[in-house]
């Protein structure tokens, strides 16, 4: 059975940087559109970034132009290079594959 693993999470001040990774075992990952949630604490998932399987990327406007998607076909891995980071980005981070179960997310905190 696929898995999504969600990494590289952390707390970070205001205005930092992190890089969140969302790995499979197998290649399903280059094959479908992947997308980003984020659930606040309290909140529901809410859609951050999506990468389509054609290589189109979407983004919601509260992250556009801070946050990029990518993908990475050699290490099958779907990226999520954050910048500028705010407090209201904290939260839960998960990514998704249609037809694939949630992973346990990574969890991103922004504080000072």
């Known amino acids: 059975q696929v898995q999504l693993v969600e990494s590289g999470g952390g707390l970070v001040q205001p205005g930092g940087s992190l890089r969140l990774s969302c790995a499979t075992s197998?290649?399903?990952?280059?094959?479908?559109?992947v997308a980003w949630f984020r659930q606040a604490p309290g909140s529901q998932r809410t859609n951050v970034a999506a990468?389509?399987?054609?290589?189109?990327?979407n983004y919601a406007s509260s992250v556009r132009g801070r946050f990029k998607i990518s993908r990475d076909r050699s290490r099958n891995t779907v990226d999520l290079e954050m910048k500028n980071l705010r407090p209201e980005d904290t939260g839960v981070y998960y990514c998704k594959i249609v037809g694939v179960d949630w992973g346990q997310g990574t969890q991103v905190t922004v504080s000072s």
């Open positions: 197998t290649d399903i990952i280059n094959q479908n559109t």
């Open positions: 990468i389509l399987s054609g290589g189109s990327t």
